[in-house]
């Protein structure tokens, strides 16, 4: 998988190309947006870093011309908090997702993977987390090679924490998960579920797990060691 | 008495004022009582005077030239009635005795030198003596031209007779006596209060520098209505203040380049460090590399705290709050300890920088994950009264600490040296920029309890309060 990082500051944009590396991805990096313009016309990239302090204009300008041209290129931004700006914080301008400088690399790195696991992205067909491996397309789930049967409403559920695997979903957006299935939800039915499918994960011997953040949603993270 | 004892300016002035004003009444007084003495002896000698000059007039020779004392009745009445009190001997030029009242005197005047044109004064003691009793006599001798030639006149009186006009004069030195302690405390009384109302504005400006400090090196001390003493006192501590503000904004900048600057090799280090295959030391360097980002962000927190004025906005602790939990939430996750979250059903409104308040809740968070053992849960809670508290299963903050934690670079004894101490110190200065607080207490069933609180936000603000659906229990 192809990513471009557009960065400014040649330090600051060696350190992401190596962590990305280090999690094998192919890494072009540009230092402008006139740069970062030809490249993304010129290469199909999968995702795309963009800082928005660039030294020939905002980042921002960038988006707004990819985004009418029909590019579905999902596009994570770099800011300085001081310069975080209400459409970026909202996403309006057409950018997936944000990460407020300074950040951890493995934050860049796991945000970076949650974009490509969108539906319509890169990773976005099969999902993995630990030995757990969603195909989305024929719905099915296996854990360590072996399949796993689960019910349409408990794949709905996994399906969306593998996405998001390794942050924290909030129960109200699992809630509108299961509205496409079940138009009568009882006010308890996502724990219900998480319980039933936390248990078979478990029984399948599943190296990643489904932890409870009481009062905000569930997490799905690979279990240490 | 030292004046150098007394610190107080005031007291040091009124007290010399008091002094003052008391010796200058004295000496006033005593010019006075010494006046009155002077005149009523003065007043005595011309009676004395008078009286000379009326026996001389009654002076007259006789047939033979021979001189004889014809006192008008009203005088010789006056004389005969108190003997004793008033004397009087008459004596030729040759001393020998004309006249005498009584003989008595006149035996004793015979002795005496002649008399002069100026009138010679002279006190008589009549102690012992059968006639004069044992009165003290005061009187003058004189030397008159008389119708009958030069005569030698004597006259004196008992020294009592002047006793009212010297008692008066007693009662009155008695009274300024008595009255000085009096004058005293009034002077003093109104010294303090004149000179109070003087040094008011010095007060003031007193009160106003009592203010500054770290975090308020903008106030100056006003200059007007100040005593033209004073200012020039005011004017070049106002300067230093200006040399001392430009020399905090110096040192935060430099704190907030500095940490920024370190920012990147930091970054550059951790990031290599992460790619090396792993032995117990390179472990440790990680580690170490790990402790010194997060001293360089909080450094870097802090020079942001001191130098930018926070934007405020409504913001809902629920929001704020959820928010952090579930950015925490992974890496509490990954050290093997669960976080919770309890919201309330309405939003809870205050005026905030949601920044600011992240990065304060995030600091507590880590806080009671780092000190909660493994399998416990820390639990962060939002209140209807416009507070959160973050609460864990740690072993709680000894009571004797519970004011040092907040301070920069303090660390409890005993304590791993895992940050640099900063981090609940910049809880306490978001908080004290939002007019709000930061205090510890214990977890009911041990651990520690973390509270931020809010000051109210006017009600109306939360009229268009929306269910918050997050909120609910998982």
Same mark, same amino acid.
């Given at each position: ?15 992401? $190309? ?24 010129? /290469? ?21 011309e990819l985004r009418p041209a029909g590019s579905r290129i999902p596009i994570l931004i770099l800011t300085a908090r001081d310069a975080v700006e209400d459409r970026v914080l909202g996403l309006d301008a057409g950018a997936d997702d944000y990460l407020v400088k300074p950040f951890a690399m493995s934050e860049l790195v796991a945000r970076t993977k949650a974009l490509l696991r969108r539906p319509g992205a890169a990773l976005g067909t099969t999902l993995k987390a630990g030995n757990i491996v969603f195909d989305t397309i024929g719905r099915d789930v296996s854990v360590a090679g072996v399949p796993l049967q689960l019910p349409r409403r ?45 248990? $078979? ?10 932890? /409870? ?9 690979? /279990?240490?060691? | ?16 004022? +008091? ?15 010494? @006046? ?19 026996? +001389? ?11 004889? *004392? ?74 008159? @031209? ?77 200059? @007007? ?84 004025? *926070? ?23 990954? @050290? ?139």
């Amino acid at each position: 998988m192809r990513l471009l990082v557009v960065e400014d500051e040649p330090r600051i944009s060696e350190i992401i $190309k190596a962590a990305l590396e280090r999690a094998e991805f192919a890494v072009d990096t540009v230092r402008l947006r006139a740069d970062a313009r030809e490249a993304l016309a010129n /290469t199909a990239y999968d995702a795309a870093i963009l800082d928005l302090g660039l030294p020939d204009g905002d980042g921002l300008n960038l988006l707004a011309e990819l985004r009418p041209a029909g590019s579905r290129i999902p596009i994570l931004i770099l800011t300085a908090r001081d310069a975080v700006e209400d459409r970026v914080l909202g996403l309006d301008a057409g950018a997936d997702d944000y990460l407020v400088k300074p950040f951890a690399m493995s934050e860049l790195v796991a945000r970076t993977k949650a974009l490509l696991r969108r539906p319509g992205a890169a990773l976005g067909t099969t999902l993995k987390a630990g030995n757990i491996v969603f195909d989305t397309i024929g719905r099915d789930v296996s854990v360590a090679g072996v399949p796993l049967q689960l019910p349409r409403r408990e794949a709905a559920i996994l399906e969306h924490l593998l996405r998001r695997q390794g942050r924290v979903v909030p129960k109200s957006v699992l809630e509108e998960k299961l509205y496409g299935i079940d138009d009568e939800l009882e006010s308890n039915a996502v724990p219900v579920h998480v319980h039933h499918l936390r248990r $078979k994960l478990q029984d399948a011997a599943a190296s990643a797990e489904i932890h /409870t953040v009481r009062g905000v949603g569930y997490l799905l993270a690979e /279990t240490k060691g | 008495m030292s004046f150098g004892q007394f610190r107080s300016l005031q007291v040091r002035l009124a007290v010399r004022l +008091a002094v003052l004003y008391v010796a200058a009444a004295a000496i006033a007084v005593g010019v006075l009582v010494y @006046q009155v003495y002077d005149t009523a002896g003065s007043l005595n000698d011309r009676e004395l005077g008078l009286r000379a000059e009326d026996l +001389a007039r009654a002076l007259v020779a006789d047939g033979t030239g021979q001189p004889r *004392l014809d006192l008008p009745a009203k005088l010789a009445a006056a004389y005969a009635a108190a003997p004793e009190d008033d004397l009087f001997a008459i004596r030729d030029t040759n001393g020998r005795v004309i006249a005498a009242s009584p003989d008595e005197f006149g035996e004793r005047v015979a002795k005496w030198p002649p008399a002069t044109d100026e009138p010679s004064y002279f006190r008589l003691s009549g102690a012992g003596s059968e006639d004069f009793g044992s009165e003290t006599y005061y009187g003058l001798s004189v030397a008159l @031209q008389t119708a009958a030639g030069p005569m030698w006149i004597s006259v004196a009186r008992t020294e009592g007779s002047d006793a009212l006009i010297r008692s008066i004069l007693r009662e009155f030195v008695v009274n300024a006596i008595w009255v000085s302690p009096l004058l005293m405390l009034a002077t003093l009384a109104i010294g303090i209060f004149a000179i109070r109302n003087g040094l008011k504005p010095v007060r003031e400006v007193s009160r106003m520098a009592a203010s500054i400090g770290p975090d308020a090196t903008s106030v100056r001390l006003p200059e @007007q209505d100040l005593p033209t003493e004073i200012m020039p006192l005011v004017a070049s501590i106002n300067h230093a203040l200006d040399r001392l503000e430009k020399g905090f904004a110096v040192q935060r900048e430099f704190t907030a380049n500095a940490a920024h600057e370190l920012r990147t090799p930091l970054a550059i280090i951790n990031s290599a460090l992460e790619t090396m295959d792993g032995n117990s030391e390179l472990e440790k360097l990680r580690t170490d590399v790990a402790r010194m980002n997060r001293l360089v962000e909080q450094l870097l927190r802090v020079a942001r705290l001191d130098s930018v004025a *926070l934007e405020f906005g409504t913001v809902d602790l629920n929001k704020v709050a959820s928010l952090a939990v579930a950015a925490m939430a992974p890496w509490a996750i990954a @050290q093997g300890k669960a976080i919770a979250f309890a919201g309330t059903e309405w939003p809870v409104n205050v005026k905030a920088n949601v920044h600011a308040l992240e990065d304060a809740l995030r600091n507590l968070i880590e806080n009671a994950v780092a000190h909660a053992p493994a399998g416990t849960e820390v639990t962060v809670t939002v209140d209807r009264a416009g507070r959160i508290d973050v609460a864990d299963r740690g072993r709680g903050v000894p009571r004797k600490d519970r004011e040092n934690i907040f301070k920069r670079f303090w660390r409890g004894a005993g304590e791993k040296k895992e940050g640099a101490g900063l981090g609940l110190a910049i809880v306490s200065e978001i908080m004290r920029a939002h007019r709000g607080s930061v205090s510890v207490a214990e977890n009911p069933g041990g651990g520690a309890v973390f509270t931020l609180s809010f000051p109210p936000l006017q009600t109306g603000d939360s009229k268009i309060a929306r269910r918050y659906i997050a909120g609910d229990a998982a």
